[in-house]
């Protein structure tokens, strides 16, 4: 899905895939449908499993590595939301 406000995207991830990324302005949401990840900064680690939800609203750089095959919904929100009209 994606609109003027928000992407969402369903994105799979082989065992020990790692992806960096840096989190800037926008809002930032992992979903985990199925699987594991590890979620990391420099300051913290946290692993994610099924079913838990991890929100980032500050500019923050972090790596998320798959613990196993995993399934996750990851959601960007931009701050400008777009009303909708009906």
């Not at 800037?24 to 939800?53: A, D, H, M, P, W």
């Amino acid at each position: 899905l994606k609109s003027p406000g928000k992407q969402i995207l369903l994105t799979a991830m082989h065992e020990g895939t790692e992806i960096n990324s840096f989190q800037s302005k926008e809002s930032v949401t992992f979903q985990i449908v199925e699987g594991r990840i590890r979620y990391c900064t420099r300051k913290e680690s946290v692993n994610l499993n099924k079913g838990q939800v991890l929100t980032l609203c500050e500019n923050i750089k972090y790596s998320l590595t798959s613990i196993e095959e995993t399934v996750f919904l990851l959601t960007v929100v931009n701050g400008i939301l777009q009303p909708v009209v009906k």
